[in-house]
């Protein structure tokens, strides 16, 4: 038996199974090789990998892995989970019956790409999220924002940052009042109308085509699309999750743990509680996910906590998800 199982093997899964190596824990991480920045080209602001491919930072990863003989890295999905803290039991898309004391979820979320013909197509090239991720590549040009909500007016004073002209497209919703006075004052041109489709002009360009009106031609969009975990095993086991302005993410404890006992949660798919308020900063932070295993070899209920960092972004009162 395994002390721990952890699923999903992209950063957090990754780093989280690197520090339980180094304790000489016994480890298996399930992963199928779908992490959510694989439509990401480089990665950045990430110390000691800035700018480069996210699938070369977790091949990197892996070999560096494989130095720590507790650790097992396995090319499989996770079907089920059963059992309780001390003997949860995992199936595999394989077949295979794995045991564990304990359970680390980390297999990210999944972004809902919007029923607009091109917007799938373009997202990680010409369609992005984060700023931090893909600004300073386009600084100083013309960019475009897609209305999701009031977190989006923060969006707009955030980039300010990395450019003076930006157009914001309503996409058929209705801004309020208010925020429209001040994207007036701010200079700050709202398009309205639907988005029928968007094109693609090569590198980070995007065309975006409109139910009314013409064209409007964007040297990079920005859009937050809502998310949700990518696998369905939280809900299987009942775990409780909260919703938030982009989507559905798992409830945690300070320790990481979630409602069950004895499973924990890494990455983006649970809650974090670092949010920023107001207005919008950039913070790079550590942050701890508590993963406890009982010693079975000595004090039968002795535990021990390890850090699971990850270095993250709270950009906005919303948005805490990127490429790195």
């Given amino acids: 038996m395994d002390d721990v199982i952890i699923i999903g093997g992209s950063f957090a899964g990754l780093?989280?199974?690197l520090q339980l190596g180094r304790a000489r824990r016994k480890v298996t991480v399930l992963d199928t090789g779908l992490p959510r920045n694989r439509f990401?080209?480089?990665?950045h602001g990430l110390l000691g990998h800035d700018h480069k491919p996210p699938l070369d930072i977790l091949a990197e990863a892996r070999q560096q892995l494989a130095r720590y003989?507790?650790?097992?890295?396995?090319?499989?999905?996770?079907d089920s989970i059963s059992g309780a803290i001390d003997d949860f039991s995992v199936l595999t898309g394989d077949g295979e019956s794995l045991g564990a004391r304990r359970l680390i979820l980390s297999y990210g979320?999944?972004?809902?790409m919007p029923d607009v013909p091109g917007f799938a197509e373009g997202w990680g090239t010409s369609i992005v999220p984060c700023p931090y991720c893909d600004g300073f590549e386009v600084a100083?040009?013309?960019w475009g924002l897609v209305w999701s909500g009031r977190q989006s007016h923060n969006y707009v004073r955030l980039y300010h940052d990395w450019t003076d002209t930006l157009t914001l497209?309503?996409?058929?919703?209705?801004?309020p009042p208010d925020i429209r006075a001040d994207l007036a004052r701010r200079n700050i041109p709202v398009v309205d109308g639907r988005i029928i489709e968007i094109a693609h002009r090569g590198g980070?360009?995007?065309?975006?085509?409109?139910?009314?009106?013409?064209?409007?031609?964007?040297?990079?969009?920005f859009a937050h699309p809502r998310n949700?975990?990518?696998?369905?095993?939280?809900?299987?086991?009942?775990?409780a999750t909260v919703n938030t302005p982009l989507g559905i993410a798992l409830k945690v404890d300070e320790r990481r743990e979630t409602s069950m006992p004895g499973i924990y949660a890494a990455g983006d798919m649970c809650e974090y509680d670092s949010v920023v308020h107001g207005r919008v900063v950039r913070i790079e932070h550590e942050e701890v996910a508590a993963a406890h295993a009982q010693r079975a070899e000595r004090l039968e209920r002795q535990q021990f906590y390890l850090r699971v960092h990850r270095v993250e972004r709270c950009f906005s009162l919303a948005f805490r998800g990127c490429d790195a």
């Fill in 15 to 17: 780093a989280g199974a």
């Fill in 40 to 43: 990401a080209g480089h990665s």
């Fill in 69 to 78: 003989p507790t650790i097992r890295l396995v090319n499989a999905r996770a």
């Fill in 109 to 112: 979320v999944a972004d809902q």
């Fill in 140 to 142: 100083g040009q013309h």
């Fill in 169 to 175: 497209f309503a996409d058929g919703h209705d801004i």
């Fill in 204 to 221: 980070h360009n995007a065309t975006v085509k409109l139910d009314t009106g013409p064209n409007v031609a964007v040297d990079i969009l």
């Fill in 228 to 239: 949700k975990p990518s696998a369905s095993l939280h809900e299987s086991l009942g775990l």
